[in-house]
């Protein structure tokens, strides 16, 4: 399923939802990595423990039983660049010829 969403800024984009199998549902939900609230599926990152909606929104999208990350895209971005994005710097190279 994907939803489209409008940032704050007026930018649209598209969220797509978690699709596993039902045998792939039923296992989660038992061991408690998915969880249904409001109708709506939600899964837990397993970095910080938080539910988060089952979609891009939250989470990358991989090729996996889900199509979802297992961490959430904050702790993804925490663990990639743990001491935060920075520009970078780009010298101005000319080319001889």
């Given at each position: 399923m994907i939803s489209t969403?409008?940032?704050p800024n007026g930018a649209t984009y598209?969220?797509?939802?978690?699709?596993p199998t039902d045998d792939v549902l039923a296992r989660r939900l038992k061991k408690g990595i998915y969880r249904y609230e409001d109708d709506e599926?939600?899964?837990?990152?397993?970095?910080?423990k938080d539910y988060w909606p089952a979609d891009?929104?939250?989470?990358y999208q991989v090729k996996g039983d889900?199509?979802?990350?297992q961490w959430c895209k904050a702790c993804?971005?925490?663990w990639r660049y743990p001491n935060g994005r920075k520009a970078?710097?780009?010298?101005?190279?000319?080319i001889c010829a």
């Open positions: 969403f409008t940032a598209e969220a797509k939802s978690a699709n599926l939600y899964k837990r990152c397993s970095r910080c891009t929104e939250f989470f889900d199509g979802l990350n993804y971005q925490e970078e710097k780009h010298e101005n190279k000319e």
